[in-house]
């Protein structure tokens, strides 16, 4: 994701795609809620928080507006990424690029990285270890670094905006596989 996102044009239409990119990497958000973020004070602190408006019907129900909690992320040498992503946005200095309506946010993000040569270069790679590379990367990416900290899925799950039966299902390292590993890494201790 980092080279990915360092191999983007440093021009406007570059910085804003690269901003909208991190968000997306950073807060674990589908695509279609980069429409539907801000910034609200924590009740109980005081502090500015990322926070959701976006619904989603699912599974019978709707979701609920909720807060979202970054998970930074770091590089081969550890290094954790500072983007100074809340800072930014509530000083204005973030700017999304064009996303279309509703749910053509995704496909407006699909549409630019397509015309990237470092995405062109990272799709190939994938491909050829049978993987390969989608707008939700970045969300699935926030919820395997949730695991990898230690961030208990239901944690991960509520500020993903979804239920913990769709996290576990959704994703294995949270799942059966995951606690069996989690469990014999307990035990080493």
């Known amino acids: ?7 983007l044009p440093e021009d406007q239409p570059g910085r804003r795609w690269a901003d909208a990119l991190r968000l997306l990497a950073e807060l674990g958000l589908r695509p279609i809620e980069l429409q539907h973020l801000g910034v609200r004070s924590d009740p ?19 979701t609920t507006p909720r807060w979202v ?9 550890g290094r954790r990424q500072d983007w100074r992503l809340l800072e930014r ?18 496909d407006a993000i699909v549409t630019y990285l397509k015309r990237q040569q470092g995405c062109v270069e990272l799709r190939e790679r994938m491909a050829e270890r049978g993987e390969r590379a989608v707008p939700y990367s970045f969300r699935h990416g926030y919820s395997l670094r949730g695991h990898q900290l230690g961030v208990d899925a239901g944690s991960v799950a509520l500020s993903m905006g979804h ?8 994703y294995p ?9 989690a469990f014999a890494k307990a035990l080493m201790v």
Request: proline share 9%; charged share 15%.
């Open 69 to 77: 909690h970054p998970l930074p992320l770091t590089d081969w040498d």
């Open 173 to 181: 390292w949270a799942s059966g596989q995951g606690a069996a590993a």
């Open 1 to 7: 994701m980092l080279q990915l996102l360092d191999s």
């Open 89 to 106: 946005w509530r000083g204005g200095a973030i700017e999304l690029p064009p996303l279309g309506n509703g749910p053509g946010a995704s």
């Open 163 to 170: 239920s913990l039966e769709v996290h576990l299902r959704s």
């Open 44 to 62: 109980g602190s005081g502090q500015p928080l990322w926070w959701c408006t976006y619904r989603k019907r699912s599974g019978g129900g709707m």
